[in-house]
């Protein structure tokens, strides 16, 4: 099962930024790929997705304008990453964040925030943000 590890999270105060980084090897440079959250006493949600090519990407309307992922799949250095640029943050963006690899190859502009599609999950990464 491919292994996912994630960079460090942080705290900023709302309307900081912050970068997060998923990093693998394998297969997921072929796969969709994606960034979820989860604050306390609730559901995890999807945050966005990247299809394998990179030219497609999905976001949750929470988060769109503020949120930017890419991915990069090792053309130049060997390391296949995901990287979540977040801006303009805002207390209710305060979660743990998880990036994840889904089974399949293609990103469904309906499916990809369903986390059961998904079958390789990093470590998660708490990030807080005050107001």
């Known amino acids: 099962q491919e292994q996912l590890v994630q960079s460090e999270g942080g705290s900023v105060q709302a309307g900081g930024s912050l970068r997060l980084s998923c990093q693998g090897s394998?297969?997921?440079?072929?796969?969709?790929m994606a960034w979820f959250r989860q604050a306390p006493g609730k559901e995890r949600e999807g945050v966005a997705a990247?299809?394998?090519?990179?030219?497609?990407?999905?976001?949750?309307?929470s988060v769109k304008g503020r949120f930017t992922i890419s991915r990069d799949n090792g053309r130049h250095n060997g390391e296949k990453t995901v990287t979540l640029q977040m801006t303009s943050l805002k207390p209710e963006d305060t979660g743990m964040y998880y990036c994840?690899?889904?089974?399949?190859?293609?990103?469904?502009?309906?499916?990809?925030?369903?986390?059961?599609?998904?079958?390789?999950w990093g470590q998660g990464t708490q990030v807080t943000v005050s107001s």
């Open positions: 994840a690899a889904r089974s399949t190859a293609g990103c469904s502009s309906t499916s990809w925030p369903a986390a059961e599609l998904y079958n390789a």
């Open positions: 990247i299809s394998p090519s990179g030219a497609h990407t999905y976001y949750a309307d």
């Open positions: 394998g297969y997921i440079s072929t796969v969709c």
